[in-house]
Nanobody, 125 residues
């Protein structure tokens, strides 16, 4: 399994921006589709963005479309989530996830076998 470490979370005012990074260990990163999930208190974890192994295909949830952008750099074994125009409802723990040796894009939790520890994003009004 690949090891994932997220960074870049923090406290930001509404309308601000953050960029989350997820660094992956191992040689399989470039063969793995990746995803960003979030879980707010009292809510189920949801996929906010996903990207195929090549980076050609991406998915963004309707709630973040036009504000968040997922990208990856396979040379650096890193996937990013650029978050702009943040709103209080974006407050959650954000998790990075990997599909292992599965390159095609996916958006459900059961499709991902490796998870990071999560990073807190708090948006104040």
């Amino acid at each position: 399994q690949v090891q994932l470490v997220e960074s870049g979370g923090g406290l930001v005012q509404a309308g601000g921006s953050l960029r989350l990074s997820c660094a992956a260990s191992g040689r399989t990163f470039s063969s793995a589709a990746m995803g960003w999930f979030r879980q707010a208190p009292g809510k189920e974890r949801e996929c906010v963005a996903a990207i195929s192994a090549s980076g050609i295909s991406t998915y963004h949830a309707d709630s973040v479309k036009g504000r968040f952008t997922i990208s990856r750099d396979n040379a650096k074994n890193t996937v990013y989530l650029q978050m702009n125009m943040l709103q209080p409802e974006d407050t959650a723990v954000y998790y990075c996830a990997a599909r292992g040796l599965r390159p095609s894009l996916a958006t459900t939790e059961r499709d991902f076998g490796s998870w990071g520890q999560g990073t807190q994003v708090t948006v104040s009004s």
